[in-house]
T-cell receptor, first 109, second 116 residues
Framework: GQNIDQPTEMTATEGAIVQINCTYQTSGFNGLFWYQQHAGEAPTFLSYNVLDGLEEKGRFSSFLSRSKGYSYLLLKELQMKDSASYLCAVLDSNYQLIWGAGTKLIIKP | DAMVIQNPRYQVTQFGKPVTLSCSQTLNHNVMYWYQQKSSQAPKLLFHYYDKDFNNEADTPDNFQSRRPNTSFCFLDIRSPGLGDAAMYLC???????????????FGAGTRLSVL
C-alpha cells in the first residue's frame, strides 16, 4: 500500500526554527509537495521537490532524499501566523497525489 | 485574480436530503478534483476530471456523484447524505498531468457540510 507518515503535532517558539519530517512509501515517485493549511481553510501550496537536495523559498526550505523516502520542511524565524497544519504529498507513478494527514504546528510566544 | 471558487462556504442539510456543491475556476486548468477532508485527516480524493474524462476513485461511495459541464465548472452531488458525510469538501485544479510543476494543485476555500 501507499503510506505517508508525518508527526501529528509539534510545538515551537516564535522566532525559532522547526523541522517537520515526512517519510513515504509509494508506488513510484514523481515529486513531493508541501502544503500549508490553516484551521478551517483550504491547503495552499508551499513548495515541491523532484530531485534530491534542498529547495529554499524565503523562510521555508524543503529537503528531499529519494533513496531514503524522506523529506523535511524547515521553517525559520517562526511567526505566530505560521501556526497551521503542514501536509506532505507525493506524486506517484500515475501522477496521483498521495496525501499525508498533516502535522499541526503550534507556535508559542 | 485567477482563482478557484467554491459555493457555498457552509452547507447544512438533513439526513437523506440531496445536496449539490459547486466549484468554478478561472485558471483554465484541465484537471479538476474533489476531495473530502475530515478533521485532522488527509484529504481523500473522491473524483477527478482530466478535461471531460471522468475518473472515479475505487472506494468512493455510490452516494457521491460528479458533473463537469464545461472547463470552468464542476459539481459534487451527494444523493443521500448520512451523518458520516459531514466533512470539508475541497475542490482543486491543476493545469496538466505529467510535468511535476503542472501538477501543483490550487484549492478553493472549501465547503463545510453539516448533516443534521
Amino acid at each position: 500500500g501507499q503510506n505517508i507518515d508525518q508527526p501529528t503535532e509539534m510545538t515551537a517558539t516564535e522566532g525559532a526554527i522547526v523541522q517537520i519530517n515526512c517519510t513515504y512509501q509509494t508506488s513510484g515517485f514523481n515529486g513531493l509537495f508541501w502544503y500549508q493549511q490553516h484551521a478551517g481553510e483550504a491547503p495552499t501550496f508551499l513548495s515541491y521537490n523532484v530531485l534530491d537536495g534542498l529547495e529554499e523559498k524565503g523562510r521555508f526550505s524543503s529537503f528531499l532524499s529519494r533513496s531514503k523516502g524522506y523529506s523535511y520542511l524547515l521553517l525559520k524565524e517562526l511567526q505566530m501566523k505560521d501556526s497551521a497544519s503542514y501536509l506532505c504529498a507525493v506524486l506517484d507513478s500515475n501522477y496521483q497525489l498521495i496525501w499525508g494527514a498533516g502535522t499541526k504546528l503550534i507556535i508559542k510566544p | 485574480d485567477a482563482m478557484v471558487i467554491q459555493n457555498p462556504r457552509y452547507q447544512v442539510t438533513q439526513f437523506g436530503k440531496p445536496v449539490t456543491l459547486s466549484c468554478s475556476q478561472t485558471l483554465n486548468h484541465n484537471v479538476m478534483y474533489w476531495y473530502q477532508q475530515k478533521s485532522s485527516q488527509a484529504p481523500k480524493l473522491l473524483f477527478h476530471y482530466y478535461d471531460k474524462d471522468f475518473n472515479n476513485e475505487a472506494d468512493t461511495p455510490d452516494n457521491f456523484q460528479s458533473r463537469r459541464p464545461n472547463t470552468s465548472f464542476c459539481f459534487l452531488d451527494i444523493r443521500s447524505p448520512g451523518l458520516g458525510d459531514a466533512a470539508m469538501y475541497l475542490c482543486a485544479t491543476s493545469s496538466l498531468r505529467g510535468e511535476v510543476a503542472k501538477n501543483i494543485q490550487y484549492f478553493g476555500a472549501g465547503t463545510r457540510l453539516s448533516v443534521l
